[in-house]
């Protein structure tokens, strides 16, 4: 194994009014943290070699090629997702009728500044077009109408919620596009009123940190019924 190499280092000796800082600098946690920001290992140079290039640039001293590496990796399986998705959709989305009915639903998104591939997966998802563990099995593939989306994105402005608010929503919870107007997201909001007392100012922080409750429609009553995505018990 190659030897480890440290940039010099020198300290200046602690005045009296640094004692305390001095003493901190003794801390096992501070010194690791202190050490790292001034060393790299050959090994972590070789490990990023063995996975996806880098492109020629120089590192901070705070961050190893190992860190950058992970970084970069990530950034390439999310535009590899993006594009896998998109390929999903268009594998599907053939006619016609059915590209006319899918720009139709694009165009219900573009208050909310998304790109094309996000209008995509916010729609592939929510119409079982790509693949969500949210429905499980159970959402058969479905060209979206432009009625529908507009629809409960009506609705849900009507909940108090901006464009901003509701392109956060999107994003966390993309189903809720696939959800029954009726039955679930109007329904749900009238448990959480009448039950709950939970409406307005309330009811909008409740729908921006879980969107998810406005597609529960089971309740196993702690009896699991492997149901646990669209169930109350997760309230």
């Known amino acids: 194994m190659e030897n480890l190499k440290f940039a010099s280092l020198t300290l200046s000796p602690p005045s009296r009014r640094s004692g305390k800082l001095g ?9 690791i943290d202190f050490a790292a920001q001034f060393c790299y290992c050959k090994a972590d140079l070789a490990a990023a070699s063995s996975s996806t290039p880098l492109p020629n640039i120089r590192f901070p001293c705070r961050f190893s090629p190992s860190v950058a590496t992970a970084t970069w990796a990530s950034n390439l399986s999310t535009k590899h997702w993006m594009l896998h998705s998109t390929a999903q959709v268009e594998n599907i989305i053939t006619s016609d009728e059915d590209q006319s009915m899918w720009e139709a639903c694009r165009q219900a998104l573009s208050a909310f500044n998304f790109s094309d591939e996000e209008k995509d ?3 592939g998802k929510a119409f079982g077009l790509v693949h969500s563990p949210y429905w499980g099995e159970e959402r058969t593939k479905e060209v979206p109408k432009f009625e529908t989306v507009n629809g409960i994105l009506d609705y849900l402005r009507s909940l108090n919620l901006s464009d901003d608010d509701l392109s956060k929503l999107l994003k966390k919870f993309p189903e ?14 009238k448990i959480l009123e009448e039950q709950w007392n939970i409406k307005g100012k309330t009811l909008r922080n409740l729908l921006l940190r879980n ?6 429609n089971v309740d196993c009553k702690g009896d699991c019924i492997a149901q646990c995505t669209r169930c109350w018990a997760r309230f």
């Open 176 to 189: 809720v596009l696939g959800c029954n107007l009726e039955e679930e997201l109007k329904g749900n909001v």
């Open 211 to 216: 969107p998810k409750v406005l597609g529960y």
């Open 23 to 31: 003493k901190r600098l003794n801390s096992p946690l501070l010194t």
């Open 121 to 123: 997966k916010i729609l």
